[in-house]
């Protein structure tokens, strides 16, 4: 909602600009996701037939996923200090 509010306040009109105001308050951004939560559906479709793919595909189960770090990772973050 926030970055909605910015997106109207780039925007150029006096609308947009008195839209975007009124979504950087809490309360009026709560009123307004309620409202929005009450139209929003989620569905969810199984298949028994997997979609086509554009590119190889690869199937791993759990066991062969796991997030190990890379030590020579430049985005591995500070080294923490015992």
Known sequence: MIAVAA???LTPGFLTDALGLMLF???LRDV???QAVKRIRVRVVRSSR???ASGP???LDD???ASRPNPSSPWR????RP
């Not at 973050?77 to 923490?80: C, F, L, T």
Request: aromatic content about 10%.
């Open 25 to 27: 308050v809490p309360v």
């Open 7 to 9: 997106l109207m306040l």
């Open 77 to 80: 973050g500070p080294a923490r």
């Open 57 to 59: 595909v690869v199937e």
């Open 63 to 65: 066991s062969e996923f």
């Open 50 to 52: 997997p979609a086509p």
């Open 32 to 34: 307004i996701w309620r």
